[in-house]
């Protein structure tokens, strides 16, 4: 039960947030008994119950903190609870059925049965010790079945020539629908329209039953005071009230999956070990409350998700922290600012490891007078069940350098993100940048189009174990990477470049002992860094005779590309043949390129050269290390040549002059 100790810590470290609304985009770390709704309708009344006036909430201010029970919180099936105070117009009217409303099939024995049952809950809270004026008010009011007529009168809702509701507005004409018809979701009818209430008392500025904090606290009291079943809790290990049931919506508004349940009375859930379902895990209900409440904002603030998975790291008092789910870009958003107040992009290894060295110091700086980090992943099988897939507890420091360590150990130069991303970096800056791909690029690296959500999260889980627990990299998702970016023909060049960097990069990674340098190191002189050179040198040969000759198509380099990886000298002699008439095509222009192979073959062992065995990854690492220093000699070549001032990002032609 350690997560659900931490997240009740961190709602207690929080708690003067609870309930204060700072945006209309912000999070809310919601007050305990407290869910979240979206409304379409505000109805106003005054300290009497009499109605004043209403209207139709726009999408954008529909979100509304409401009260709710256990029941309510996560009501579902053919009878779903009335909610405390604000609800749907089946429950809040009384003559909803009188005007053609339609009630859940639960109900349609009885049509009056859900507006009974929210009045009877609300004349108990009303006639409490707890209870508001505001509360009295709307009882008041409710009581008088006037609603959906007095919402007809004020042009809220619209009805036919019958006085019945409309089911929908005629399609042809859009131009004139109603604002209620634009509000509700495309499946919804008028009679799902859920209501909120602002309450005008003369003196009260505070009008708004949703941001009431003392009618916050009315509600929690009255609640907390009608809880009899009690208990040991697990959490705090002290006798209390226990939670029946627990809260869902924790990674949307539609999340109906649970942590905790135990409502399979007529499965194997828990039936032959115990009698019931708070003999497996007692929890108290109002650390339930808390813990899942803190983990709602927690995630709606600074969580990661991707369809059903949601992952969240934080500290309990709220400090920034860096996410083991980002690449470079997106750990020195959250951490990182050089002295000018702009973010710094690295493109170089310089660079790179001098910006991720300043970007940590400053998470460390923060995090300085913290107990722990936590980090806790979720996915859901079922609609109805959800399960922590991975959770950790660490020392900010430890954290800290197992991420420090797994970007410096898998970074590689990429390309794949635009510099345009921050506005800081200028148009003419170079497109490759150093950074450790993050584990969603990965996954999208290993599988392409085979990669569905469900392994794709599985794949993103692997990931993160080996950066937060520091085990190697899963060798079967190494060996996929690698075989993909050996075989260019069947991806398009942007997938493939993307798909070459991030396979380096694991490759580096899973070989780290090996200390691979992101530049090309001219002095190493192990077979398959060699032949990748050997394969570099002959592509970027053929792709400049292409180019001088006015064609466009793939290599010959890169479509034997993984035949060369599974037997490279048989390959090398056919690719070593074809390269005859580009040569001839250069002339004296090719001569640098021609002296580098001569260079390169040099330096291979003669029994390592005419070895067939296969390659492995490192092949790869010098094929790309190569590819980038003709690249960068083309570049210099570039900025010598033109006029000062005028753009230097012009196409790469890929040779390396007449070295």
Request: a neutral charge; aromatic letters at 10%; proline letters at 4%.
């Amino acid at each position: 039960m350690s997560w659900i100790q931490k997240l009740y810590e961190t709602y207690e470290e929080n708690k003067q947030l609870a309930g204060v609304i700072r945006g209309e985009d912000a999070p809310v770390l919601l007050p305990i008994c407290h869910t979240t709704q979206k409304a379409q309708i505000t109805v106003v009344i005054d300290g009497e119950g009499n109605f004043l006036r209403a209207s139709v909430i726009p999408a954008a201010d529909s979100q509304t903190i409401i009260p709710c029970t256990e029941s309510s919180g996560s009501r579902a099936g053919v009878k779903p609870v009335n909610h405390p105070l604000c609800d749907k117009l089946q429950y809040v009217a009384g003559d909803f059925s009188l005007h053609g409303g339609k009630v859940t099939s639960g109900f349609k024995k009885n049509p009056g049965e859900p507006y009974e049952l929210y009045c009877q809950d609300l004349k108990q809270w009303v006639e409490s010790p707890a209870t508001h004026e505001k509360v009295a008010a709307i009882y008041h009011y409710v009581k008088k079945r006037t609603l959906v007529s007095d919402l007809i009168s004020s042009q809220c809702l619209w009805t036919d020539e019958d006085g019945q509701l409309l089911v929908e507005w005629p399609k042809d004409d859009k131009d004139n629908m109603p604002e209620i018809f634009r509000v509700l979701s495309p499946t919804a009818v008028q009679s799902d329209a859920f209501v909120r209430w602002v309450v005008e008392i003369p003196g009260n500025p505070q009008r708004e039953v949703w941001t009431d904090i003392t009618l916050y606290d009315a509600w929690i009291s009255y609640y907390i005071s009608m809880q009899s079943f009690k208990g040991l809790c697990y959490v705090t290990g002290q006798a209390s009230e226990l939670a029946l049931s627990h809260p869902a919506k924790l990674r949307n508004q539609g999340d109906k999956a649970k942590l905790i349940s135990s409502n399979d009375i007529r499965g194997y859930t828990f039936r032959g070990r115990f009698h019931d379902g708070q003999q497996t895990a007692g929890v108290s209900f109002e650390v339930t409350q808390k813990a899942h409440n803190a983990l709602r904002w927690l995630i709606d603030r600074q969580g990661v998700r991707n369809g059903s998975l949601a992952l969240v790291t934080w500290a309990q008092k709220g400090e920034v922290v860096p996410d083991p789910m980002a690449d470079y870009f997106g750990l020195s958003s959250r951490g990182d600012v050089s002295d000018d107040g702009g973010q710094r992009t690295a493109y170089t290894a310089e660079e790179f490891f001098e910006a991720l060295k300043k970007c940590l110091y400053g998470y460390r700086k923060r995090l300085a007078h913290t107990k722990e980090v936590m980090i806790i992943m979720l996915d859901a099988a079922t609609t109805g069940r959800l399960s922590i897939r991975l959770y950790r507890e660490l020392v900010p420091e430890d954290f800290i350098q197992r991420i420090e360590n797994w970007h410096r150990t898998a970074a590689w130069v990429h390309t794949y993100r635009n510099p345009k991303w921050s506005k800081e970096v200028k148009e003419s800056a170079p497109k490759r940048y150093v950074s450790a791909p993050s584990p969603f690029d990965i996954a999208e690296a290993a599988y392409g189009r085979r990669l569905d959500e469900t392994l794709q999260n599985k794949t993103v889980e692997r990931v993160l174990r080996c950066q937060l627990d520091g085990v190697p990299l899963p060798l079967d998702l190494v060996e996929t990477t690698l075989r993909r970016a050996s075989s260019p023909l069947g991806m398009e060049r942007w997938e493939w470049e993307k798909t070459l960097t991030i396979a380096c990069a694991m490759y580096r990674k899973h070989c780290e002992r090996e200390g691979y340098a992101l530049a090309l190191e001219e002095n190493r002189k192990t077979r398959d860094y060699l032949y990748g050179r050997l394969l570099a040198l002959a592509d970027n040969l053929e792709e400049w005779a292409l180019k001088e000759g006015g064609e466009q198509r793939q290599t010959n380099a890169l479509r034997l590309m993984q035949r060369f990886s599974e037997r490279p000298f048989s390959t090398w002699r056919s690719i070593e043949l074809s390269l005859h008439p580009y040569k001839a095509r250069l002339g004296a222009k090719g001569k640098g390129l021609i002296n580098r192979m001569t260079e390169v073959m040099a330096l291979f062992d003669a029994d390592d050269f005419i070895s067939d065995k296969k390659l492995t990854g490192e092949f790869l690492l010098g094929y790309h290390c190569q590819k980038r220093a003709l690249w960068k000699n083309t570049e210099e070549q570039q900025q010598q040549d033109e006029p000062q001032g005028q753009s230097q990002d012009q196409p790469i032609e890929g040779t390396e002059g007449g070295e």
